[in-house]
């Protein structure tokens, strides 16, 4: 899900990046791209508005990604045999 979208930001990355965006936020849905804002909270209201409640891609503008790394209990015992 949301792929088409994180293709089309992935080709518009460095101009989004050279017009000055970096640290703001682009929404896309498809192949359309609705706005970039300052904040997170404006992107996600002007997303709501427009395309309601169906998946669209709010993405923060960044010239490198951040990178998490998340496990889970590896060394925790299984609750749900408890």
Same mark, same amino acid.
């Given at each position: 899900?949301? /792929?088409? #979208?994180?293709?089309?930001?992935?080709?518009? %990355?460095? /101009?989004?990046? #050279? =017009?000055?965006? @970096? *640290?703001?936020?682009?929404?896309? %849905?498809? /192949?359309?791209?609705?706005?970039?804002?300052? $904040?997170? /909270?404006? +992107?996600?209201?002007?997303?709501? =508005?427009?395309?309601? $409640? !169906?998946?669209?891609?709010? %993405?923060?503008? !960044?010239?490198? @990604? @951040?990178? $998490?790394?998340?496990?889970? *209990?590896?060394?925790?015992?299984?609750? +749900?045999?408890?």
């Amino acid at each position: 899900m949301l /792929e088409k #979208e994180l293709e089309i930001y992935n080709k518009l %990355k460095e /101009e989004l990046l #050279e =017009k000055g965006n @970096e *640290g703001k936020f682009v929404v896309i %849905k498809g /192949e359309e791209v609705l706005d970039i804002f300052t $904040n997170y /909270e404006d +992107a996600l209201r002007q997303g709501l =508005k427009r395309y309601g $409640n !169906t998946p669209f891609l709010i %993405k923060e503008i !960044t010239q490198f @990604e @951040e990178i $998490n790394y998340f496990h889970h *209990g590896v060394d925790l015992p299984c609750q +749900a045999s408890a």
